[in-house]
C-alpha cells in the first residue's frame, strides 16, 4: 500500500493543470502551459511496472493505474506529444482550447492506464466529449456541424463498447479485467468491443468522421487531435485484440484506402487526415499479425507516426494560421514567404514516408518484415503498395503544391504569409529534431518496446530497396504531374450516409421532434431535481469516509443545480455539454483528490 | 534568408537538376542490381535487378490512374456539395 500512497496518475496532472488555466494571464499562464505536461512526462517516465490505484466502488476494484512495457510506451508518447503540442499553442488566447486538449490527453491517459474495462470505458467518453471543443472553437460556419457529426460518431461507438462490456460483466460473472479477448472464437462482446475500439482507430466503414473532423478542427487543435484518438484505439487493440486473424486484411485495405482518398483531396490538411487512416493501417495490420515482433512494431510505428504526424500538422496548421488557407488551389509558390515551416514539413514528409535516417524507416518496416516473415505476402505487398502513395502525396504533392507549383495565392494571402511566431516553430524545430533523432539513433525507440528487439533496419538490401520505391515514385509523381493537380472538389466518402440519411430523417421528423423537446424539457424541470438529490446521495454513500464533512453542503449545491440544469438546458447544446464534461472532470478530480488523501 | 537563395540556385538549374536526379535513378539500381545481396529478399521476383524499382513506378502510376478513375465515377463532387452544415 505504500507505494500506492504515492501513485498520482499523469492524467489528474494534467487535469489539474486545465483547472489553472483559466485563472491564468500572460507569463504565468505560458510558464504553466510549459510545466504541466512536462510536469505528466517526468511522471511517466518516474514510474514503475506495477498496479496502482486501486479504488473501491460499490462491491468492486477499479484499476486507474496498470503500469507494465505496453501502457508504458504509449505513456511516454503521448505525454510526449503534450509537450509539443502546448509549446505550438502556447500563443492561443482561448483558455477553453487549453483545457480542452488537456482534458483530452487526460482521457487517452486514463484508457492507456486503466486496468479494467469500466474505467477504459470512462476516459474513452472523456476523450470524445472534451476533444470536440477543439472542432467547435474554431469558430467557422461549417464548424458547429462538424463537431456535431464527430460527436453523433463516436457516442454510437462508445454503446457499442459499453454494451460490450456489459454483456462481457454477465458472460465472465463480473470479471471486466482489461486483458487479451479470445480472438479465434470472439462472442458478442468482443465484437462489441472490437466494433469500438475499430471505431476510434478510424477503420473503414467506420472512419469518415476523421477526416471530416480534423480538418474542421483548429490549427493547434487538430496537432492534439491526429496523435490521441487513433493511437489510444491502437494501444487498445494491441492490449484486446493482438493475433485477430480479420485485423491484417483490414489494416491492409485502411492503409491503401486512405491512400486513394488522398490523391483526390483538396484541402491539405484534410488528406493528412487521409494519410492517418493509412499509417494506422499499418498498425492495425500489426496488431492483426499479433507475433512479438509484429507488436513492437505497431507500438513503434505509432511513436514515430504521432511525432511525424504532428509534425506534419504544425506546418499545414502554420499556413492556415499565416495565410487563412489550407487549399492546394489557393497556395501555391510559398518557399520564399515561409521557408522554414516547408523545411519542417518536409521533414514530416520523409520520416511518414520511411526514407533512411528518418522515423518511419526504422518502425514502418518491422511490420512489413514481418508481414513477409509469416508468409503474408499479399499483405506485406500490399503495404508497400501504401508506401509509394504515401510518399505521393504526403512527401511531395502537399510540400509541391504549397511551396512550389503554380501560386494560387490571391493578393492579400501572399501578404500576409510569414513563417509562424516563434512557440510555433520552436515546436516543429524539436520535433523535427526528434523525428531525424529516432531515424538515426534506434536504441531509444527499440528499448522502450514491449518485448525484445532482434531487429536491424539498416541492411544494404533494406535501404536500397526502399530509395528505389520512393525515387521511382518521384520519377512517376514528375512525370504526371499534370494529372495531379488538385482541383476544388471534395470527395464523397461514408459520412455522405448519415450527412445526407440525417437531412431526410430531420425532414420527416420535425414536428414529433419539436413535440420530444417541449417534453424533455418539461421533464428535466420535473425529474431533473429529483434525479440530482439521488446523485447526491449515492456520492455521498460512497464517498462518505472522505469527505462526509462536506455531504450536506455538496447536497444543497446540487439542489440548487437541479433549478440551474433546467435553464441551461434551454441554452445551446454545446454549453450543456461543456456543463455535463466539466461536472464529470469536476467529480473524478474530487475523487482522486479525496483517494490520494485517504486510500 | 539561406533556404531561400538555396531553392532558388537550384531552380535557376533545372536541367543540370533533373539530368542528376536521373543519373542518381540509374545509379540506385545499377548499385542495387551489382552491390546488394539478396539474402534479405522474401519473394522469388525480389531477385531480379531492380525489381523495386519497378514496383515503385508501376505502383506510383496505378495509384494515380485508379483513384481518379474512382473519383470521375461520381465521387469528387464541388465544395458547396453538402450546403453549409
Redo the contacts between chains.
Sequence with gaps: MAMTDLWMHPALTLLLGAALVPFLRGRARSVLLVTVPVLAFLQVLAMEPGIYASVSFLDRELVFGRVDRLSQVFGHIMTLMCILGSLYALHVRNPAEHAAAWTYVAGSLGVIYAGDYLVLFLFWELMAFSSVFLIWLRREPGSPGAGYRYLLVHVAGGAALLGGIILRWQATGGDLTFTGLDVTNPDLSAWLILAGFLLNAAVPPLHAWLPDAYSAATVTGSVFLCAFTTKTAVYALCRGFAGMELLLPLGTVMAIYGVVYAVLENDARKLLAYHIISQVGYMVAGVGLGTQMAINGTCAHAFAHILYKGLLFMGTGSVLQMTGKSRFTELGGLYRKMPWAFVFTLVGGLSISAFPLFSGFVSKSMIVAEGFEEGRTWAAFGLMLASSGTFLHTGLKVPYFIWFGRNNCSPETWQRAADPPWNMMAAMAVTSVLCIGIGCYTPYLYNMLPFVVDYHPYTAYHVSETLQILLFTALGFFLFLKWLVPTPTISLDMDWFYRMGGRAVAAAARGPIQAADTFIGECYRLVGLAGMLLAARASAWFDRRAIDGAVDGLALAVRGLGGRLRRVQTGRLQVNIFSAVAVIVLLLVIYFIAYTLNP | ?I??RF?EFLRNRLRTVILFCLI??AL??L??WL?????????AA?RWP?F??????A??????????W??RL??????D??G??
Design positions: 534568408m533556404i531561400v531553392i542518381l535513378l540506385l539500381v548499385g542495387d552491390l546488394v545481396g539478396r539474402e534479405h529478399a522474401h519473394t525480389e531492380g523495386w524499382s519497378l514496383f515503385g513506378f505502383v506510383c502510376v496505378v495509384i494515380i490512374f485508379v483513384s481518379k474512382y473519383g461520381g465521387i469528387m463532387k464541388p465544395e456539395y453538402y453549409d452544415d
